[in-house]
């Protein structure tokens, strides 16, 4: 068991190594502390009591400081009368809030997107009325604007109680399925996930990290901001997504994890990283296909390791294909058990309002198999089953098939509502140009019963994609009625 309170005690006392760097050739972490040493008072200002504040970051520094200042048990405790003399603050007419307002410090949101709309979006679902911004952005109008502080030299902590249980932050999600959902994180679900990875991968002060996702993701927030903060160790700042950016990175760096996403393994397809100091890759945000994973493999001579979780389960497991490993193994901190199919998981990573059985287990939307005594095969969504005239239709195994099609580098298959939503057709949008759709069409119709086959194919050069490397429902959905 992880001695949570401890750990972040000794976090929150300093900096190990102050002039370390913790941005490659940018911040060190004694600059990150003084950042958010700043910041603690710009949070306790009368201004932000009660609060709906945006994180608009994509500076890894910022975002570190930012969790450190949130974290600190002097904010339940700061005196409410004393304005913030280091805030740069830009205010506009500010917005109704419409989330509760809550005592000792203001609300922290993480949006999914840096994007105009996509910030837009997330107000009218939170009504945030301020944004801590690292550059100008497009933010709603009224929104008032935090600078981050350059601080002072970076104080210990004072050795008082702190409460890992409480929210520490509000991470909005685009969602997988286009619907939009809020999930809260305290202290313990991330910086406890942080150390557990830092101990789990033996991270240290020797490495360095680069990530292709930018942290207002879970995944990217965990791999480039907590884990470095929690184990010493440098990160990029840029998220590289292009294949000679990547590399670029890596050996200019000498970084020895790359944290990716699908997309970019298979972007990467053929290339090698000259000399590389790589150590670990790490897959995150969706399956990882095999092909994709066995090149970059025996190219670059390191596995990959996926790792599946969600936003609001924390990660769960992992697998390293080029170690033979088929099946996933659960964290040493998560437990797992089958019900109905479905996996259940109990764990210190797991968002506060998931709805949880007696005994701790949170019921999730994957259907699994077991493997042997400690490890489990995923084998799809439970809401991939749909029904098509009363008959279930296993949509992963309708994708399968297609993706055997040559010249089918990807493809999503969805269930959609037939006029007056009784009854759902099957559709499929498909990524290859020069696909033989005659050939396609013969594959599903001698694999699949009628009632299973799609009404609808439709290729395309790329299938668009969030900026976690996830499917843009809404896109799709899009492209595939009209």
Known sequence: MLNNYQDIQTLLAGPKNPDQEFIRAGATFGEVYAMAAGLRAVLAAPESQGASICLAVNDRAVMAAVLLAALHPSLERASLGHPCPTATLHPGKRSEAKAPAQPGGPTLLLPFALSGPALARMQQLTG????????????????????????????????????????????????????????????????????????????????CIVATVPPCHIYGLLFSVILPLVSGASVLMDNPSYPGEIVGAIEEQGATLLAGIPPHYRALRGKKVAGSTLRLAFSSAGMLDAEDNE??????????????????????????????????????????????????????????????????????????????????????RVDGVTKVGGKRVDLEEVRAIIKKVPRVSDCVVMALPDAGGREHRIVALIQGAEVDMDLLRKSLAASLEFYALPRLLKTIDRIPLQANGKYDRDAITHLLTT
């Open 128 to 207: 945030f009325t301020a944004a801590i911004c690292d550059v100008d952005r497009e933010l709603p109008a009224g929104t008032t604007i935090i600078r981050p502080p350059a601080g002072t030299a970076a104080e210990p902590a004072a050795c008082a109680p702190i409460s890992a249980q409480a929210e520490l932050l509000r991470i909005f999600t685009g969602g997988s399925t286009g619907t939009p959902q809020i999930w809260s994180k305290t202290g313990e679900n991330l910086f406890g996930e942080g150390f557990s990875l830092a101990r789990h991968f033996a991270v240290s002060e020797q490495d």
């Open 295 to 380: 090149a970059f493999s025996r190219l670059n001579e390191v596995g990959i390791v996926e790792v599946y979780g969600s936003t609001e389960t924390g990660g769960i497991a992992t697998r390293n294909r080029s170690m033979g490993e088929t099946s996933f193994t659960t964290f040493p901190t998560v437990a797992w058990t089958i019900k109905d199919d479905r996996l259940c998981v109990r764990s210190p990573f797991l968002s506060p309002e998931l709805t949880m059985a007696g005994d701790g287990f949170f019921t999730t939307g994957d259907r699994v198999e077991r493997s042997g005594t400690t490890q489990f095969m995923l084998k799809g």
